[in-house]
């Protein structure tokens, strides 16, 4: 079996200090977050920005800068930036950021009720975000909350907006999106091409248990602060453990790691 991609996406949108102190906020502890993961067997980082005064979700694009040239000069991680948004951020707040030209970036190819908030992708917004990251050269993760947007991804290669092979992650067991149940897992596999690569991101405790079905099926696989915050029932995690444990795992069940450069080649950039 293929060697096993480990994706950390250590901040996210959500978590705060308060409810975690091990959440990096300022490019300064992103960067020291993205070491520490590299040196554990992340392959990948997905990246999102702070206010650090406020840890608010951040569309600034210096702070992005600060954190992706941080990264680059101190690791040899992909980097992968999302250009998801959160309080409607609209087109300009979410593409300025790929001017940094990121091996990767997110595109989540549909909207989907998060608890309490639409987050809303127009199939204009969508194919502009596509066509930006064609342009660049930047291989999109196609984000996958529900089953029909694993068809508006396909649907973007006949626009000429997206090239085969195509690289999914399937968010599963966030409230309002696919729940994470192995049936879903093995529903989402069969529903993209033949040639195409999948991750899976799981929320919550659904994080474990989706790796160890990803490890098995042949797919790879996120952890991270961004999706989960707990190591198990009531203890705190931090990132590189989070990645510790997935190569642990991995190591039982027979798979081996991918390095970044081999992560690079799995995933044709
Ligand atoms: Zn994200």
Redo the contacts with the bound molecule.
Sequence with gaps: MEKLIITI?P???LPTKKMTPHVPITPEEIVRTAVACEAAGAGVI???ARNPVDESPSTDFTVFEEIHEGIKAKTRLITQI?T?GRAGMGYEARNERLRLKPEMA?LTTGSVNFPGSVYANSPQLIEALAADMKRLAIKPEM?IFDISMVYNAIALVSKGLAVPPLHFDFVMGLKGAIPATIENLVHLKNAIPSDATWTVAGIGPAQLPMAAHAILMGGHVRVGL?DNIYFSKGELATNEHLVERVVTLAGILGREIATPDEARKILHL
């Design positions: 996406a901040t996210g949108s997905h990246i999102h999302s998801g997110s984000e961004e």
